[in-house]
C-alpha cells in the first residue's frame, strides 16, 4: 500500500531511500520507519507512547533506545528552517483532519450522521462505482487520490474523538478507587458498528445454517454453493456475508492474498472449525453482554460522581457511544480500496497472459505499477525477466526469514525490549481483555495451519480481521505483538476472551498442548505444565 502512504504524505515528509534524511524507507516491499530521523522530531519516549496501543513491544524497544546512538548525525535540512515553507501546504493538507476530529468530540451528533453518509457513499463507489477497464495509469489517478483523502479525512478523525473520550474517562475515574477504574474500562467495550466484530458474527450464523452432510470436501461444498444447491436460508446469509465482507479475508492488507469473495473455501474452512453445538460461544451474544455491561457502568459512575463531573461523563459517553463503534473502519475502507487495486491488477494480469507475457494472472503481483505501465507502452517488455528480478530478494527472505522484527538497525542488530521481572513459570505482558482461563496451547503461524478446538488458548505472532473466525472457540488469546488497539485484543475484548499482548518470543516460549493459566487482567501467562517433549 506504498502507493497510498505517497499520497497521503506527498512532499511534506521525505519517502526517498536516503537513509540520513528519509523518515520512510521501502526495502523489499515492505514500508519501514527510520526513527534515526524521527528522533530529530520526537524523543524516543515520546514515540514509545504513541506506538503503546498498537504494539507494546515496540513501545518497549524505543523507551530504552539511546537517541544519542541511533539519531543520524545531522538534522535533516527539511526540518530546519526549510521547513517553515511546508507549514502553509501542511496546515492545508491537514485542515480537513483535524477540523472533522474538532466536530467529531464537540458535536458529536451532527457529525455522525455526516459521516455515515460519507461512509455509505464510499462504501457504494467501491461496490459498484469502478471503472475497471481505465487504463491502470489512469485508474490510479483518478481513484487513489479520492480514497486517500477519505480515509484521512473521512475515518480517521472518529479515532481521535473517542479515544480522547476514553482518555477524558480515565481522568474522571483516576486511580484511587480501583471499583471506579474498573467501572471506567466498562465503557470502553461493547459498541455496535464495529465492521470487524459484526464479520465474526456473520460467519457465525453462517456456521450455524451449514449442512455439513457433505463432510470435509469445502471444494464440493462451494460447487453447491456456485450451483445455488444449499438451503435458501444459508444462501441469504451467504450473499450478504460476501456482498458486504467479500473483499476481506486472512493477510488481506496483501494485495496479492485471495478474498473470501474470490475463494469462498476460505470462509467454509473458517466455519468448518467453528462449533456449533448448544454450548459454544456465540460472538453475538458474548457482544450483547458487554453492550449491557456498558450501559449498567455507566450508569453506575453517574450515580457515583458529583455534578460536573456527570456532565462531562455524558459527553464523553456520547462521543464514545457514536464513535467507538468505527475503531475498525478506516482497515475496512482501506480495504475495500485494496481489493479494487486487487481486481484491476488481476485484470492486467489475465490480459498479459492472454498476450503470453505471463504465465499465471496473478504473476501480476510480483510486478510494480510502473512494471505494468511500461509493458502497456513497450510490448517488447520481457515481463518474466522483469518479475524474476522483482523476486529474487522475496525468494531469498522466503527461505532464510521466519518472521520480521519489529526494530532493526542499518548493521542487522535486531533490538529487544528490556527484560521484564517475571516470577517463576510465568510470562509477563500487557493486560489487553481481562479474565482468566486455563487451557492447552495451540501456536498458530497462519490462520490455516492447524483447528483451534473450543477451550484451546490461541497463541498467534499477531492477528488480522482475517483471524477472527478462530476467536469463536479459543477460550483465551495470546499475542507476541499488540496493544490496546490492535485488531486482536479489540475483538477479544468485544467478545470476552482474556487477552495479553507484547510478550517478545511467545511463539518460541509456549508450545502446543502446553497447559497454560492466561490472566488476562493482570496481563500474565502460569506455565501450568512443562512443553510437550519432542518427538
Known sequence: MSYMFEHLLGERVPTGQDPETSMLLS????????????????????????????????????????????????????????????????????????????????????????????????????????????????????????????????????????????????????????????????????????????????????????????????????????????????????????????????????????????????????????????????????????AREREQAYQELLRRLGPFKRRVLRHAHTVIDLFAGTRDTPKYHLVLFNYAVRKRVLLEGHRLVAAERLDAAEHAFDLTFGDLEAAAADPTLDLRQVRDERTRFLRTLQTRVKRFPPIIDSRGRILRPPARKEQPGELSGLAVSEGVVTGPVKVLHTPHEKPIKKGDVLVAYTTDPGWTPLFVNAAAVVLEVGGMLQHGAVVAREYGKPCVAGIDGVMTKLHDSQLVEVDGTAGIIRLISPAPAAP
Open 27 to 290: 526495502a523489499g516491499g515492505r514500508l519501514y520507519s527510520n526513527l534515526s530521523v524521527a528522533m530529530w522530531w520526537r524523543n524516543p519516549k515520546t514515540l514509545a507512547q504513541r506506538s503503546e496501543y498498537l504494539n507494546s513491544v515496540t513501545s518497549q524497544i524505543l523507551s530504552s533506545v539511546d537517541p544519542a546512538k541511533y539519531r543520524t548525525a545531522t538534522r535533516p535540512s527539511w526540518m530546519g528552517a526549510r521547513a517553515l515553507t511546508y507549514v502553509p501546504g501542511v496546515l492545508r493538507r491537514l485542515g480537513p483532519f483535524f477540523g472533522h476530529s474538532l466536530r467529531a468530540f464537540f458535536a458529536p451528533t451532527r457529525t455522525r450522521q455526516a459521516y455515515q453518509a460519507l461512509c455509505e457513499a464510499y462504501e457504494a463507489q467501491m461496490a459498484g462505482g469502478i471503472d475497471y477497464d481505465l487504463p491502470l495509469a489512469e485508474f490510479r489517478r483518478r481513484y487513489v487520490p479520492t480514497s486517500g483523502r477519505h480515509l484521512f479525512d473521512v475515518t480517521l478523525p472518529p479515532l481521535v474523538a473517542f479515544m480522547s473520550a476514553f482518555g477524558i474517562v480515565d481522568r474522571l475515574v483516576g486511580r484511587q478507587s480501583p471499583e471506579l477504574k474498573a467501572l471506567g474500562e466498562k465503557l470502553k467495550l461493547g459498541f455496535s458498528g464495529n465492521v470487524t466484530v459484526e464479520m465474526g458474527a456473520a460467519l457465525f450464523r453462517l456456521a450455524k445454517v451449514l449442512d455439513r452432510s457433505g463432510g470435509d470436501d469445502l471444494q464440493a461444498l462451494t460447487a453447491r454453493i456456485e450451483r445455488r444447491e444449499m438451503s435458501a436460508e444459508f444462501l441469504a446469509e451467504w450473499d450478504a456475508f460476501v456482498t458486504r465482507f467479500g473483499c476481506r479475508g486472512p493477510m488481506e492488507m496483501d494485495v496479492a492474498s485471495a478474498r473470501y469473495g474470490d475463494d469462498p473455501p476460505l470462509a467454509l474452512h473458517q466455519m468448518s472449525f467453528m462449533s456449533i453445538d448448544d454450548e459454544a460461544f456465540d460472538p453475538e451474544v458474548g457482544h450483547a453482554r458487554r
